[in-house]
C-alpha cells in the first residue's frame, strides 16, 4: 500500500485516524506486508511493526539507522538511495558511493532489499543502474 499522507501529520493525528485503518488493512494473513510512506515518518514510523507492516519503503529523509533504532529492527527496509539526486542526476560515481555508505550503514541487518527511496524516477541512465547493481556485487 502506498499512502504518503501520514508523513505530513503529527503523531497525535496519526494515531487517532490512521492507525486504527492502517492496522484493520494489514491484519492478514499475508507473508509480505509493504508500505511505501516517501514522506517524513518520523512520528509515525515506530508504529508500522505493531500495525502488521514488514517491509517499509521510505523516502531518503530518515537514515537506515535511524529506521532500525525508531523500529528496534523489526521491519524489512526497501530503498533509500536518494532517486531524483543519485540515481537519475548523479555520475556513476555518485550512485557507487552512495550504494556503498548505505551498504556500510546496513552492515549486520540482514533485512535490507537495496533500491531507490521511493521509487525510480525518470530518465534514470542504463550506466547508473548498471552501477548500482555492480556496487551490490561481493
Do not use: Q, W
Not at 531518503?60 to 535511524?66: A, G, K, P, V
Not at 556503498?100 to 542504463?126: H, Y
Amino acid at each position: 500500500m502506498l499512502d504518503d499522507i501520514v508523513g505530513f501529520i503529527g503523531e497525535e493525528e496519526f494515531v487517532e485516524f490512521a492507525y486504527p485503518y492502517l492496522k484493520e488493512l494489514y491484519d492478514t494473513t499475508d507473508s509480505i506486508k509493504l508500505f511505501h510512506n516517501d514522506a517524513y515518518c518520523t512520528v509515525s514510523v515506530k508504529y508500522y511493526p505493531e500495525i502488521g507492516i514488514n517491509l517499509y519503503n521510505p523516502g531518503i529523509h530518515i537514515s537506515l539507522t535511524e529506521l532500525r533504532a525508531a523500529t528496534e529492527n523489526k521491519m524489512a527496509i526497501l530503498g533509500n538511495i536518494p532517486p531524483r539526486d543519485v540515481l537519475a542526476s548523479g555520475s556513476e560515481m555518485d550512485v557507487i558511493n552512495a550504494v556503498k555508505a548505505l551498504r556500510d550503514e546496513a552492515a549486520g541487518f540482514d533485512r535490507m532489499v537495496f533500491s531507490c527511496g521511493g521509487g525510480m524516477p525518470p530518465a534514470v541512465s542504463t550506466a547508473n543502474i548498471n552501477a548500482f547493481i555492480d556496487a551490490l556485487k561481493p
